[in-house]
């Protein structure tokens, strides 16, 4: 079964970047979409963004329209999320997971969560 491993979080101020990376070891993720969520405390998982496996689409939440960037590199097996002009808003735990190839669908395939990675956006 594939297990998700998140990182790159961390506390960065206003204003700051961070580039966070979605990995699965021993699973190839070769012909999936994957899409980024992220839960705020007392919140539920909301959607980030998602890529197509061919990196011919891509889909971001309106709130992350412009600032957040969703790559991949099949090769290393990676998901990442470059995210610029961090806001207080973005403070939470950020997810990846396989979506829908459908993108617009913005739904999560899996159950299996990985731990996530903290981002906390702070001055």
């Known amino acids: 079964q594939v297990q998700f491993v998140e990182s790159g979080g961390g506390l960065v101020h206003p204003g700051g970047s961070l580039r966070l990376s979605c990995a699965a070891p021993g699973f190839t993720l070769d012909g999936y979409a994957i899409g980024w969520f992220r839960q705020a405390p007392g919140k539920g998982r909301e959607f980030v963004a998602s890529i197509s496996w061919r990196v011919t689409d891509t889909v971001y939440a309106d709130s992350v329209k412009g600032r957040f960037t969703i790559s991949r590199d099949n090769a290393k097996n990676t998901v990442y999320l470059q995210m610029n002009s961090l806001e207080p808003e973005d403070t939470a735990v950020y997810y990846c997971?396989?979506?829908?190839?459908?993108?617009?669908?913005?739904?999560?395939?899996?159950?299996?969560w990985g731990q996530g990675t903290q981002v906390t956006v702070s001055s």
């Open positions: 997971n396989m979506v829908n190839p459908t993108l617009r669908i913005r739904r999560p395939l899996f159950d299996d």
